[in-house]
């Protein structure tokens, strides 16, 4: 199973991003061999204009199961709900302490967007 993390970092003691479609990289990690590979996301991160649908584009592109992250907007939510991708919102200050709460079970999966669209 893969989870992605939103982060600015390149290692699970990373902090974790609170944004989602503006994330600077994101953190793929593999729960059967827990290994992880970080992706760039810069490219979305400076758009002028839907960063959220391309960023859970990407993330779909990846194969993730789950994306952590502090807050998503309603239309990477849609994006991502579609492509059958569970959201996670957590408050975690790091990528390790979020991946913890996950597997943990302490993570509720999100039902709504909980930010408005171009949520800085």
């Not at 953190?27 to 061999?33: C, F, G, I, K, T």
């Not at 649908?53 to 994306?67: D, K, M, N, P």
């Not at 992250?69 to 579609?82: E, N, S, W, Y």
Request: hydrophobic share 45%.
């Amino acid at each position: 199973m893969k989870i992605v993390f939103t982060t600015s970092g390149d290692h699970l003691n990373a902090r974790l991003d609170n944004r989602f479609g503006r994330a600077a990289k994101f953190l793929v990690y593999e729960l059967d061999s827990e290994t992880c590979e970080v992706v760039d996301n810069t490219q979305n991160l400076n758009a002028a204009q839907g960063a959220g649908i391309q960023s859970a584009e990407t993330v779909a592109r990846l194969g993730a199961s789950a994306i952590i992250t502090g807050h998503c907007g309603p239309k990477a939510f849609r994006v991502l709900q579609a492509a059958g991708i569970k959201i996670f919102n957590t408050e975690a200050p790091t990528v390790a302490e979020a991946l913890e709460l996950f597997r943990a079970g302490k993570l509720t999966e999100a039902k709504a967007a909980d930010v408005e669209g171009h949520w800085a």
